[in-house]
């Protein structure tokens, strides 16, 4: 058993999520690596039980006062399980001894999943990586503690532990936030607890290849090429009534911009899109729009007006007088009305995953897949390893018309696609 000395405020980003999860909304999002080999689940316990002394926000239990969550020091030890077929559902923290985390293992693949309050993509990357390269060495292997894989046998930086949104806050800063209507999705629901994925397997020179030819980012090219399928499905859909904007949240790893060594939330994201209500788009309007539109909110002024305006809620005298239970209340309708309400989807890119070849080379692939979204629909994620990039759609409906379109639109292009509802 672990000491219990020692607790965390959640961070900036993370106290929405307890207040707005549900069972359409789990908050979850799931990490996974495939190993040329079985998994072998005894040796991935002992990791998992060496690994979680070195990761203290991940050791954590959350709990409720009168004003806010906050998260305390685990007693227990997490408890590998064997993967199912139901990704992304949301976690009984009780029946997980209380973590906000879940290490899952099938034929050979290691997979991580994750409640948002505790960390993002950053600091579950890092984790899982720490965690298979222990495991790795547990076998006989020497993977060395690099490109984002902890050593075990130091004691954790205090700032992996800090709330970087309230050290790089620069005050109140204005922001626009007047946003046109935007167009969701529509389809025929799943199940509650299904939640369906479909990744395609794209060449990365192909389409840096492609992305330079027209002068932007492979993010950009990606971000454009699911705009431009919500535009199309949208004028299928509404030929007799006022089309309305399309509006993408893409995060944004605010590392990249600030010297931050946090495994806690530390992200942002952009919203580009475009507004068919002006008139018709061709596809190279569309990335020019998206292009200019990222270009912008990226910038240095941009980014810190929309952390200030993050962490000015939540220094909001007013707001942190109100009870708990209250302020979920508003959170909700915060949330619900002027968070996701107010975008078409999220396309989430995590780059380049990147380990030692020594670890390199025992591994298959890399995964990523956002949760559901109980108003958007449809959702995708992005990671290249090695020479390919994945894209990954995660869907609460049936119709699979957004993956076909994009898929479709990067076969036209000269890109080619491989296929896998595996994922």
Not at 141 to 153: F, H, K, R
Not at 258 to 278: A, C, M, V, W
Not at 318 to 341: D, H, Q, T, W, Y
Request: one cysteine or more; glycine letters at 6%; hydrophobic letters at 35%.
């Amino acid at each position: 058993m672990l000491k219990t000395d020692k607790w965390y405020r959640l961070d900036t980003s993370g106290n929405l999520y307890p207040a707005v999860e549900s069972l359409n909304y789990p908050g979850i999002f799931k990490f996974g690596i495939t190993l040329k080999s079985e998994i072998k689940a005894v040796q991935l316990q002992k990791a998992l039980n060496k690994i979680i002394k070195r990761f203290p926000t991940f050791n954590v239990r959350l709990k409720h006062g009168l004003f806010w969550y906050y998260l305390e020091q685990n007693p227990k030890l997490p408890k590998l399980k064997p993967d199912t077929d139901y990704p992304c559902q949301r976690i009984n923290f009780k029946r997980n001894n209380d973590f906000l985390f879940q290490v899952l293992y099938k034929k050979k693949t290691i997979s991580l999943e994750v409640f948002h309050a505790l960390t993002d993509g950053f600091g579950a990357m890092t984790f899982l990586k720490t965690l298979v390269a222990n495991y790795l060495n547990l076998l006989g292997n020497s993977i060395p503690p690099e490109l984002g894989i902890m050593d075990c046998s130091v004691q954790p930086n205090p700032e992996e532990s800090e709330n970087s949104f309230l050290r790089y806050y620069k005050g109140r800063l204005k922001r626009q936030i007047k946003e046109p209507p935007v167009f969701h999705m529509s389809g025929t629901r799943l199940p509650q607890n299904v939640y369906k994925a479909i990744s395609g397997k794209l060449p990365v020179s192909k389409l840096l290849e492609k992305s330079r030819e027209q002068g932007v980012s492979i993010t950009e090219y990606t971000t454009a090429v699911v705009v431009y399928a919500l535009y199309k499905i949208q004028e299928k859909e509404s030929r007799l009534v006022k089309r309305k904007a399309i509006r993408l949240s893409v995060p944004v790893n605010l590392r990249s911009y600030y010297p931050s060594q946090t495994l806690r939330n530390f992200s942002l994201f952009i919203k580009p899109g475009i507004n068919p209500d002006l008139g018709g788009y061709t596809f190279e309007e569309v990335l020019h729009q998206i292009h200019h539109a990222t270009r912008y909110e990226l910038s240095e002024k941009y980014i810190s007006a929309a952390l200030s305006a993050n962490v000015s809620l939540e220094k909001n005298l007013a707001i942190r007088a109100v009870p708990l239970c209250i302020k979920n209340i508003i959170i909700n309708f915060v949330f619900s009305n002027f968070g996701e309400n107010k975008l078409s989807g999220t396309l989430s890119n995590l780059g380049r995953f990147e380990v030692p070849e020594s670890m390199k080379e025992h591994i298959t692939r890399f995964h990523v897949l956002l949760g559901a979204n109980k108003i958007n629909p449809v959702n995708c994620s992005v990671v290249s390893f090695g020479e390919d990039m994945y894209l990954t759609f995660g869907r609460t409906i049936q119709e699979t018309d957004l993956e076909h379109s994009v898929f479709t639109h990067f076969i036209k292009a000269g890109i080619p696609v491989t296929i896998d509802t595996e994922t």
